[in-house]
């Protein structure tokens, strides 16, 4: 019963927060961290423990992969496009990844992080699963860059809206690598409200992020242990 409870609560909560959204349309009501933080209220008002709520919600948690897959629906419509742009497309994603892992190496060195932290922190542009992998693999916490990435993902959709306004940012194409680039999933997420165009764009830059991540943070990582 409880499991069903759990499963049920989540997906009702979430159309709620996406409901809300859809009335009030501002950045700060994204319902993916409406959803989390309401939920997060909940179990702590009642005295769920994580692992209780996940013995429901990992139900949830396992339609990742499908929706993840689901997103090649968008690239395959949008095949011609991103065939024409993909010499941008691949040189944007490029600086962008070598440019975050420079600004966190400044960020990590002018607070005095310690070492496992700056590692931990290097793949935090990249979607989780392998982001972990990579921390990881380089000496980083796993968990921790779940964190990190989390909140880069989140800040990313939150910020991406009034970056795109300050800066006259219009193009789909701009704008699917600009936040597929730096918030992956969540980022997409939000692009599907920016058109087909743009959340192809977004997926694709988050594929080459993962990629591309694979082989630069490990080589950043030498440079700096």
């Known amino acids: 019963m409880i499991t069903i409870s759990m499963i049920v609560g989540t997906v009702l909560i979430f159309l709620l927060m996406t409901k809300l959204y859809g009335r009030f349309s501002t950045p700060f009501l994204f319902p993916v961290l409406t959803a989390t933080i309401l939920i997060i209220f909940l179990l702590k008002l009642f005295s769920f423990s994580y692992e209780t709520y996940m013995s429901g919600a990992k139900w949830v948690d ?19 496009i991103i065939k024409r742009n993909f010499t941008t497309i691949l040189t944007s994603v490029t600086v962008a990844m070598l440019s975050g892992l420079v600004s966190i190496i400044i960020f990590a060195k002018l607070l005095n992080l310690k070492n496992d932290f700056l590692l931990s922190l290097l793949p935090k542009s990249i979607t989780t699963p392998v982001a972990m992998r990579i921390s990881g693999a380089i000496g980083g916490i796993p968990s921790l860059t779940a964190v990190f990435v989390i909140v880069a993902g989140i800040a990313g959709a939150l910020l991406g809206p009034f970056i795109f306004k300050i800066c006259r940012i219009e193009k789909s194409i701009s704008r699917g690598i600009s936040m597929g680039s730096a918030s992956h999933g969540f980022g997409v997420s939000k692009l599907s409200e920016y058109g087909e165009q743009a959340m192809s764009m977004g ?17 950043v990582a030498l440079l700096f242990q």
Not at 62 to 80: D, E, K
Not at 203 to 219: K, N, W, Y
């Open 62 to 80: 396992a339609m990742l992969g499908p929706a993840v897959v689901s997103m090649a629906y968008p690239l395959y419509t949008q095949r011609t």
């Open 203 to 219: 997926s694709v830059s988050m594929t080459l992020s993962a990629i591309i991540g694979a082989f630069v943070c490990p080589v």
